[in-house]
């Protein structure tokens, strides 16, 4: 039967007060701080930053549901925004990749360009202008070296651009993008990539225009390599571990987890740094550790690491995910508030 008005309301109103109270690590901006309904609010909500490089970043993300960390795991993978090849006008192509292959290759190429200086291209636009269009041009052809030895057999010696890569993509500016983007350096993040493989009198003319997209479109637009999350591990030693018992119980796990002391001339177990621990079960194998070891995770403690491509640094990423997120969950509300009440 459809349910009552009335209690549709109290539904949606007890959803609200999940989202806005402390389950999503949101509080009500109209409430003091240190607000709770009943004793829903978990433990607050904060981001412990563990390792960041170049193009990795690894953080925790305690105090939420398993629901917001999923909802910003897919937000960093299809819907954060970058630039990436749309349309490939071909004018030449004598090589022995077929254009339509050409043209994915391409595609799949990430481009250094924030695409937060950018607008989305108009439906139906064949175009394109400055403000929402890179254009990009890659024009090469092999050639024999004359000074090659006539005994070699290496490609390296003997021809000229034989290799056709990434590194060959040149930025073609449209309109004043010159202007608008003085200190620009628009090119792919790797010169490595290799895209085809000529031979002498074979080459290659392509122009390439970039647009702004997300991951939701086409996965050549996902910003990230990886976006994975786990809970945290939690082991406990339910009683001492000593000697040969506390050594292979060192051994079940990854390196680092388990630590042997040296306490009063016994080797004792002591868990180090659960963190490192992959959930092997192997010590559930030994009879006499099984009953020793209690494996369980931490519920809402998260440890996420999101591995960009390069196109934005991860720290970024992770910055504009939340924003999206921010956006969803303002959105929602609104909504709310526009149902009539009864």
Known sequence: PPIAPMAARRSVDEMRDRVVLGEFGVRNVSEPAGVTRGARLPQAFRVDVIREEEDTLE???????????????RILLAEVPTMAVEKVFVYNNTSIVQDEILAHRLGLIPIRADPRLFEYRNQGDQEGTEIDTLQFQLKIKCK???????????????????????????????????????????????????????RPG????????????????????????????????????????????????????????????????????????????????????????????????????????????????PDVLVSEAIKILMGKCQRFLNELDSVPME
């Open 202 to 313: 074979q080459e290659i003319d392509v122009l390439m225009h970039c647009v702004k997209g997300i991951g939701k479109d086409h996965a050549k637009f996902s910003p990230v390599a990886t976006a994975s999350y786990r809970l945290l591990p939690d082991i406990t030693l339910l009683q001492p571990i000593e000697d040969e018992a506390a050594e292979t119980l060192q051994k079940c796990f990854s390196p680092g987890v388990i630590e042997i002391q040296n306490i009063n001339g016994k080797k004792v177990a002591r868990v180090a740094n659960a963190r490192l621990d992959t959930f092997s079960r192997e010590v559930f194998r030994h009879e006499g550790l099984k009953n020793l070891v209690r494996l369980a995770r931490v519920r809402n403690h998260y440890i996420f690491t999101v591995e960009s491509t390069g196109i934005l640094p």
């Open 144 to 198: 024999r070296n004359p000074q090659a030895a006539k005994e070699s057999s290496d490609p390296d010696e003997l021809y000229f651009n034989h290799k056709v890569y990434s590194k060959h993509m040149t930025w073609v500016p449209l309109g004043n993008q010159t202007d608008l983007f003085p200190d620009a350096d628009f090119r792919p993040v790797h010169d490595d990539i290799l895209i085809a493989l000529l």
């Open 59 to 73: 953080f925790d993300m305690v105090g939420i549901d398993a629901a917001i960390a999923n909802a910003f795991r």
